[in-house]
């Protein structure tokens, strides 16, 4: 199930009032976490986190990406999708 409105506005709420060099360092930790959950799943593990918290780390990614690079919607919307197909 996708994350809800709330979950969405905590994220966009967390993500007010960082530098960009916060942004950077939590961006890195987001990658850090998903090569983690592609380790895990690929040698037949659980990954450790619920879908929901994946699909939340997901989009804080997906903000911060799009908001570093200067995109909308659109750009926001496929690279969630690809991560969501390629993490849960």
């Not at 950077?24 to 986190?49: C, H, M, P, Q, T």
């Not at 619920?50 to 990406?65: A, D, M, P, T």
Request: a neutral charge.
């Amino acid at each position: 199930m996708p994350i809800t409105i709330r979950e969405h506005a905590r994220v966009a709420s967390s993500l007010e009032g960082l530098t960009e060099e916060d942004l950077e360092k939590l961006k890195a930790e987001f990658e850090d976490l998903f090569a983690e959950i592609k380790i895990r799943r690929s040698a037949g593990l659980d990954s450790g986190y619920s879908k929901n918290e994946i699909e939340v780390c997901i989009e804080g990614y997906v903000k911060i990406e799009a908001r570093r690079q200067g995109k909308g919607w659109w750009y926001r919307a496929r690279l969630r999708s690809q991560l969501i197909m390629s993490l849960t």
